[in-house]
């Protein structure tokens, strides 16, 4: 935990305390969403228009909230989401692998991470290798292959990306890599964030931009660039290609990016072990609902033959009671924890972490459930026309 001059008592102020220590860009990159950001702010509002009834004299509890999720054993029904290219600390995906770890919950590593999976897991044995459909099979399966001599216990397979760069806001300026040039473009905006630059020049150098989980077997790491390159100029993969993967790897595969209920019912067809409802933070196709409104949508459609868990807006334990009610088993959080991460490395992200496990325990003693496994939407105050669900169905 942070020290009391650090701590932070809501996710909030995390966010405050990150712009506030982040350069512009940084702190732009993750916050930002695709288009007008329809989708980036009902991923938000939607937890607001959900209540609940609480109860009271119903005696103290300490409420049971550990799951299980692909198979790993968690003290409470939070993942870490992956994100790429985290140049909000030097630490990096260490620094979260360690709090996750410490925690005992789940880390979920992007192959476009900055840290090598080596290195991250050895922080934290419960790590997801996430990976996009990139490049031949050949490579895919090098790509597995490093995955499971590194020791990770499940495959997160995004899926849900459409490639929209245009934001009404502008896109956070990136360069392929930090050379003279481009710290020299960058240097105003750095200088008056001294503690970040403070970290980074006592790290070593500021952040390369490379990704070296996506290194070849004979050669160094590629930048972020070349390999988004790569990933941009494979086309996109079918439902035997997901079907394809889960029998090369051949333990947990959870799909990402499930918005529709034909999609889940595909990958279950396809062998996966769980599904993500998510939109990407908001940064895929604008206009998509809230990851919450679709939910129900998706829990429905597959019932207990798949994990279904979910991803975007989580900022409150509350949040992810509202979640586990409508049938997700966990959730995945991102910009939280790297809020966390920017405010004060390890112990921001282990202080997110805790704000989330106290959130959850309080909401459940307020509505007098004794165990997550408990919940259901009658816990709720569901507005009539919450839920979102497509009219028709390609099946």
Not at 94 to 108: D, P, T
Not at 118 to 131: D, S
């Amino acid at each position: 935990m942070a020290s009391s001059s650090q701590w932070f008592e809501t996710i909030a102020e995390a966010q405050r305390r990150a712009k506030r220590r982040l350069p512009r860009s940084v702190y732009s990159a993750l916050t930002a969403g695709a288009e007008s950001g329809v989708t980036l702010e009902d991923n938000l509002t939607a937890y607001r228009e959900l209540g609940f009834f609480p109860r009271i004299a119903a005696g103290a509890n300490t409420p049971e909230i550990g799951c299980q999720v692909l198979g790993q054993a968690m003290t409470m029904p939070v993942l870490i989401s992956p994100t790429g290219v985290q140049a909000v600390h030097p630490d990096g995906e260490v620094a979260v692998a360690r709090a996750a770890a410490s925690a005992g919950i789940a880390m979920g590593l992007s192959s476009f991470a900055s840290k090598p999976i080596e290195e991250v897991i050895a922080a934290n044995e419960k790590l997801f290798f996430q990976m996009y459909w990139l490049g031949s099979r050949e490579r895919i399966e090098q790509l597995l292959d490093r995955a499971r001599s590194a020791g990770a216990k499940a495959i997160i397979l995004t899926l849900d990306w459409s490639f929209a760069h245009r934001r009404d806001w502008g896109s956070p300026a990136i360069p392929e890599t930090l050379d003279l040039r481009a710290m020299l473009k960058l240097a105003p905006e750095v200088l008056v964030r001294p503690r970040w630059l403070r970290d980074y020049a006592r790290a070593g150098g500021p952040p390369d931009l490379g990704v070296p989980n996506m290194s070849r077997p004979t050669g160094s790491a590629p930048s972020f660039f070349e390999a988004y390159g790569e990933w941009m100029s494979t086309p996109a993969p079918t439902w035997s290609d997901v079907e394809w993967l889960c029998a090369q790897w051949e333990g947990p595969v959870l799909v990402k990016g499930v918005s529709h209920p034909d999609d889940a019912r595909a990958a279950v067809q396809a062998g996966a072990a769980a599904v993500s409802v998510s939109n990407h933070g908001g940064n895929n196709l604008d206009g998509t609902p809230a990851a919450i409104r679709i939910l129900p949508g998706v829990v429905g459609a597959v019932g207990d033959d798949i994990e279904v868990l979910l991803d975007g807006g989580i900022r409150r334990g509350s949040d992810v009671v509202k979640a586990l009610a409508l049938g997700a088993r966990a959730v995945m959080i991102g910009r939280a924890y790297l809020w966390g991460l920017a405010a004060s490395g390890e112990a921001g992200v282990s202080n997110v972490v805790e704000i989330l496990r106290s959130g959850i325990i309080e909401t459940l003693n307020a509505i007098d459930r004794v165990a997550i496994r408990d919940l259901c939407p009658d816990d709720l105050i569901i507005p009539s026309n919450f839920t979102r669900a497509p009219a028709t169905s390609r099946v």
